[in-house]
């Protein structure tokens, strides 16, 4: 009888004993609070909690290295309970455009973020190739600025170079840009499958003031059971007109365009001042009449309603390779007018640009327009 009370007991304390939060105070204490959390959940919620751990390792902290990124996340996830590290992978997943949920069925194989496992006989990681490829495209081609982002694949390849078939692995992909050999940008994913889309660069992500020469040069790791593969692409020209512009860039530079107009004297500050006149119009009309024009194919009358100096001359504007000839048709949905003064107006225009080769982007512009002799004039022009 005392032997079954003291079992009683014993199984009593060691229940009690279970942790049902997380505990960093250390890698041990960690390790063994998650195992606790673990061993209280069926074996299906098991392997998403593994899968949620391994989303916050990999993705939610920024730490070079197993051990920075363990202990990293020990920081992030103490003290929180198992729905709550559910819902913080949720957000990270979303927030990297990674194809995971905490409600999914199991999607990421066998996790460990304590140690890596040797291959399993079926082990979705241990993918069997030779080398890695990478191709960029120029993506999000504006009329005006030129490609806005570069997309970067990479591809598991045969000796012969043909791509991988595989699915079900969860392959941690790593993108590293460099500059004149600073690294200037670091940015990681899941590769799940041979369809994996990569990574969309957007060039307003990259300082402009960082880049050598409008280069970049790209690498992008893949990381198997087994090995990991490692591919580097120099020289990849970036558009200078859709970086990152430091504070201070001149206002007619395109890329840091501001809805701020403001006019330089030309005449010594004691030289009387020309009576304004006053503009009776609201200035989204003007901008109305510039995107219809454009629509339609009127160069002319479109660059008759603005005062732009980044625009340049009209022969610069209806380029149709580089300026506003390559439009081939504008849809407007909509256009309100955000600030009016006597001489200064701000216009925000939403509506999708259709290009010579078909292809359609939706914009959201910030038009700045000042008052030229009673009329309003675009004098400015800010994709966001």
Known sequence: MKKIVFLFLFCFLMIACKKDSVDATNTKTLQSSINDMASSLNTLKQVKFSEALYILKTFGVEAD????????????????????IFALADQVAQKNGIDWSS??????????????????????????????????????????????????VPRLVDRSGNPIVFEGAALETILEVFSNGNRILTSKNLMLDNNFKGFNMRFAS??????????????????????????????????????????GNPANNP??????????????????????????????????KFLNNLSAKNLKGAYETSDNPSWGSYETF??????????????????????????????????????????????????????VNGEWKISSYKIN
Do not use: H, R, W
């Open 103 to 152: 409600t999914g069925p199991p999607s990421l194989g066998e996790m460990n973020i304590f140690g890596n496992e040797m291959a399993k006989e079926s082990d979705p990681n241990d993918i069997s190739a030779n080398a890695l490829s990478i191709i960029t495209k120029p993506m999000a081609v504006d009329s005006v600025l030129g490609p806005k982002s570069l997309q970067i």
């Open 206 to 247: 990259l300082p402009a003031d960082k880049i050598s020469n409008n280069q970049i040069d790209i690498t992008v790791s893949v990381k198997t059971t087994k090995k990991t593969f490692k591919m580097s692409k120099i020289g990849v020209t970036v558009n200078p007109k859709a970086l990152l512009m430091p504070s």
């Open 255 to 288: 890329a840091n365009v501001t809805t701020d107009v403001s006019t330089t004297p030309t005449e010594d500050a004691t030289a009387t001042e020309t009576p304004v006149v006053a503009v009776t119009a609201d200035p989204k009309a003007s901008v109305s």
């Open 318 to 371: 209806s380029n149709p390779t580089s300026g506003f000839g390559a439009v081939k048709n504008i849809n407007v949905k909509n256009i309100t007018t955000n600030n009016v003064s006597s001489n200064n107006a701000s216009v925000n225009a939403t509506y999708d640009v259709t290009d010579k080769n078909g292809q359609t982007t939706s914009l959201l512009v910030t038009f700045g327009l000042k008052n």
């Open 65 to 84: 290295g197993d051990v920075n990124e363990l202990n990293a996340l020990g920081k992030l996830i103490n003290g929180k309970k198992v729905p709550e």
